[in-house]
């Protein structure tokens, strides 16, 4: 290609060439030129028309470069060639939410991705924790208590904080460098059923003609076993010699044995078993994963309260049964339940306490009778 002819201009060290515009027409396009640690650097700083280029900014850019207040073009190129490269080595919030999901199993998979591609990804997603200031999750928190619930907020909170801890106990990257402040949530549900009310539902229950899922809401309310651990349970999960259930990989984290009552032995011994290592079996043997459709018919059928789970509220009534029973302590309930923690158990506490409330009216009444002999004596009863 033939060198083009450069015309200076008034200012030293800026020159231009004529090129074509976009449009066709003609342009001029503007170099500097200078000396740094010994080198003459020539560069382009611009053309006429698509970028405004004047002698006197071609002039300014140069001064800028001679005092080291502006990097070169090649310097620039390789600022951007590095910053990339730190990028694409970066533990950002993106790339640690794809390492999580690789060796976490998580509860509830698409709601957890709803919630960081809606509330994290934008905000975050190119952030590594200890570039996350607390304002920022303030506001997120703030703006979110607008619309949302206190619990939805805290889950996704709980979201960001599990991926900061992750990458901190992996020695991938810095964590969070302020502690999150959790909005506060009363949303703590005991659900519990009348005696007529379980009655009415063990009836229905009974002649229900899907029987699978009579079976498994019955399970549920024998044993207080979660959703997701009946649906996983299978047939070499149960020693029926030494009346056990074993629960493969629950909640609390790790694998938990639980008492095979007779009412749940009995219930095992009449289902059909079927070519399949589930107990409870979905389509062609799988793993079941929903059975709300006919838990909601059943729970309809039943004339259940409107805010009652048909499956988790099962689990309510179990541990509501026990802790109202007055002979079941609440370190022999959290285990029964596979709690991880007594807090999870204190819910039931209440009932417990009323029992036991009743058992001191007992005491008073008794000792009210033993005090005067000739006084009509009561029958009391403490109700369990």
């Not at 800026?14 to 500097?32: H, M, P, T």
């Not at 934008?122 to 920022?136: D, N």
């Not at 999750?137 to 206190?150: A, C, E, Q």
């Amino acid at each position: 290609m033939p060198i083009q002819e450069r015309h200076k201009t008034k200012y030293p060290g800026v020159y231009f060439i004529y090129g074509a515009s976009s449009r066709g027409a003609k342009e001029r396009i503007f170099y500097i030129y200078y000396r740094k640690k010994g080198k003459v650097i020539t560069e382009k700083a611009g053309r006429q028309f698509q970028d405004g280029m004047t002698p006197a900014r071609a002039a300014s850019i140069r001064s800028l470069r001679i005092e080291g207040k502006e990097l070169s073009n090649k310097e620039q190129r390789e600022e951007i060639k590095k910053q990339k490269q730190d990028q694409a080595n970066k533990w950002t919030m993106s790339v640690l939410w794809k390492e999580y999901k690789k060796v976490n199993a998580i509860k509830s998979l698409k709601i957890a991705e709803h919630r960081f591609n809606k509330y994290l990804q934008q905000l975050f997603g190119e952030k590594e924790p200890c570039e996350i200031a607390a304002t920022e999750v303030d506001r997120l928190r703030i703006n979110l208590l607008k619309n949302k619930k206190p619990g939805t907020v805290a889950a996704v909170l709980e979201l960001l904080r599990r991926l900061s801890n992750f990458a901190c106990k992996r020695n991938l990257c810095e964590g969070l460098k302020f502690t999150i402040k959790m909005p506060p949530c009363h949303n703590e549900k005991t659900e519990d059923l009348t005696s007529e009310q379980l009655k009415k539902l063990l009836q229905v229950l009974d002649a229900d003609l899907n029987r699978e899922v009579a079976a498994f809401m019955k399970m549920a309310l024998f044993t207080g076993m979660r959703r997701g651990e009946l649906f996983k349970l299978k047939w070499d999960d149960i020693d029926f010699d030494r009346k056990i259930i074993h629960i493969r990989d629950p909640k609390s984290g790790k694998d938990e044995v639980i008492p095979l009552n007779d009412g749940a032995r009995q219930l095992l011994e009449k289902l059909e078993k079927k070519k399949t290592v589930f107990i409870f079996p979905g389509r062609k043997g799988k793993q079941r994963t929903d059975i709300k459709r006919a838990a909601n018919r059943i729970k309809t059928d039943a004339d259940l309260p409107k805010g009652f789970r048909p499956l988790h509220g099962l689990r309510h009534v179990y541990a509501s049964m026990l802790a109202s029973s007055g002979q079941v302590d609440m370190y022999t309930l959290q285990k029964l339940l596979t709690h991880k923690s007594p807090a999870m158990t204190q819910r039931y506490a209440h009932l417990r306490d009323e029992t036991l409330k009743q058992a001191s009216n007992l005491a008073g009444e008794l000792i009210n009778q033993a005090t005067n002999p000739h006084q009509e004596r009561t029958v009391i009863t403490v109700e369990k």
